[in-house]
């Protein structure tokens, strides 16, 4: 373990190995596969899915969602790579993308797999305020994408990216409180986060130290503390890099997100026969994922497994007939959720022996 972590945000070797064993993987997969079983019980239709066709159409679009995937998982190792400025080649960044992947899938949604990733990159021999910076730089890029985004979305869509139906603020119901609540919670913290990396880092982080000595919020101490020490170390190497760089991080971060969301509309291209959409729709779509992102994040389950099959159907039902709902939430979890699952269980395996037989304990 690098020794220039500060004591408070150190992950031991014994806690990674909890946060990566393969049996994690157990628990999601009841929740989301169940959860899709008990939907196709209750609402698949045999004869929708039977005018459907499935064919060489089906598997052509199934294809082109998956290569959406493909190249998500590539900007975000091309964006890992930018982060540490080279320090590791296209093939390791691309594993340590899957082991990442792999810690979120199976954490709960609300808390992320950040500190696995810590120990994940210091393990593979990045310093230790490198590699805080590297990790918190890229929650916050994405952080600053939703930002962005969701206020132009909205500008464009409307109240509807919330939900189906939906034609005003004044209407938002239980998912749309969660919506509105969450997007509060990103702007809080990305604004804190901005603050913090670009203009007042010692500031910042002594109001965050102040906050962990409260009584009532001696909960999250250890949250408050190791952010006030992540945000110093990772002020200091970010606001000395030229505005390029952050620019090309900011779009590898874009294409990343863009290809995750682009995937619904090839995904009901291949299942639903009747969808034929315009430049709108597309933007709709786009916009309604976004905000499904953000409603399931707030989720305890890991990965939102469970959850996110089960709003799926909602979030989309003025595109998708109930009787296919469920088959197509499972093709996509297949190809951006239990993909990773599978792919960690057989990369964590060679993981462990590889950087343990070459690094000490």
Request: glycine residues 8%.
């Amino acid at each position: 373990m690098n020794s220039d972590l500060p004591k408070e945000i150190v992950i031991t070797s014994g806690e990674a190995t909890s946060e990566l064993r393969l049996s994690k993987v157990i628990l999601p997969s009841i929740l989301g596969l169940g959860v899709v079983v008990w939907l196709m019980y209750r609402e698949f239709d045999i004869a929708v899915f039977r005018a459907m066709q499935p064919g060489i159409h089906t598997a052509g679009w199934l294809l082109m969602a998956a290569g959406m995937y493909v190249l998500r998982h590539m900007f975000f190792a091309w964006r890992l790579r930018m982060v540490t400025d080279g320090f590791f080649s296209w093939m390791a960044s691309v594993r340590l993308i899957v082991l990442w992947e792999f810690s979120t899938a199976v954490s709960p949604t609300s808390v992320g797999g950040a500190g696995v990733a810590l120990y994940l990159l210091t393990r593979e021999g990045l310093s230790g305020a490198r590699t805080i910076a590297t990790v918190l730089y890229n929650m916050i890029s994405d952080t600053v994408l939703f930002m962005i985004s969701l206020p132009l979305l909205f500008l464009v869509v409307g109240p509807g990216m919330i939900r189906p139906g939906l034609s005003s603020l004044n209407d938002v119901d239980g998912y749309g409180m969660i919506f509105l609540g969450m997007v509060a919670f990103i702007y809080l913290y990305g604004m804190l986060f901005f603050a913090g990396l670009f203009v007042w880092p010692s500031a910042i982080s002594g109001l965050l130290r102040r906050l962990a000595s409260l009584r009532w919020l001696q909960r999250w101490s250890d949250v408050f503390l190791n952010t006030a020490d992540e945000m110093v170390l990772t002020a200091a190497a970010v606001r000395k890099k030229p505005v390029f760089w952050h620019v090309r991080i900011f779009l590898a971060t874009l294409g990343a997100w863009l290809c995750r969301f682009a995937a619904f509309p090839f995904l009901f291209l291949a299942f639903v026969s009747t969808f034929q959409p315009g430049f709108y729709d597309i933007l709709t779509i786009l916009a309604r994922g976004e905000s499904m992102h953000v409603i399931t994040s707030a989720t305890p389950t890991p990965g939102a497994a469970g959850v996110a099959e089960y709003v799926f159907g909602g979030f989309f039902s003025d595109y998708v007939p109930l009787g296919v709902a469920a088959v197509i939430a499972l093709s996509w979890r297949l190809l951006g959720y239990y993909s990773y699952l599978v792919a960690g269980c057989i990369l964590i395996p060679s993981w462990w022996k590889h950087t343990f037989s070459s690094k000490s304990e």
